[in-house]
């Protein structure tokens, strides 16, 4: 009986791996084993900052919010308790843009907020 091989799968795995460390340097783009070890590592990187972005993004829109609001003698809490009460529901990217581009808009919306908490 032959003996049995699977080189047609075993290259294609090794050129899938080679072709993703394209752009590495030294030996994690010549070498399979530390180009696997290095794309394997740079997919969990990705990964979980796929995750992190979000969270960056949220962080920098409160902090345009709080900003523009303490212009107009609110903080952001009391911003988004009163425009909450009034009904209003605007999630905060929507808001950071308003705060940092249309401050007319958002002036009026601090407005409405300091009604509610009055």
């Given at each position: 009986?032959?003996?049995?091989?699977?080189?047609?799968?075993?290259?294609?795995?090794?050129?899938?791996?080679?072709?993703?460390?394209?752009?590495?340097?030294?030996?994690?783009s010549k070498l399979y084993?530390?180009?696997?070890?290095?794309?394997?590592?740079g997919w969990l990187y990705a990964y979980r900052d796929r995750k992190v972005r979000k969270r960056d993004f949220r962080r920098l829109w409160i902090i345009?919010?709080?900003?523009?609001?303490?212009?107009?003698d609110l903080t952001y809490s009391k911003l988004i308790s009163g425009?909450?009460?009034?009904?209003?529901d605007i999630d905060?990217?929507?808001?950071?843009?308003?705060?940092?581009h249309e401050t007319e808009t958002f002036e009026k919306f601090c407005d409405l907020a300091k009604k509610q908490l009055d």
């Open positions: 009986m032959p003996r049995s091989v699977n080189n047609v799968a075993h290259k294609q795995r090794k050129k899938k791996y080679l072709k993703a460390a394209k752009g590495y340097v030294g030996g994690r084993k530390t180009a696997r070890q290095a794309v394997e590592k345009r919010i709080n900003a523009a609001a303490r212009m107009h425009l909450k009460k009034a009904g209003v905060r990217k929507v808001l950071a843009h308003l705060a940092f």
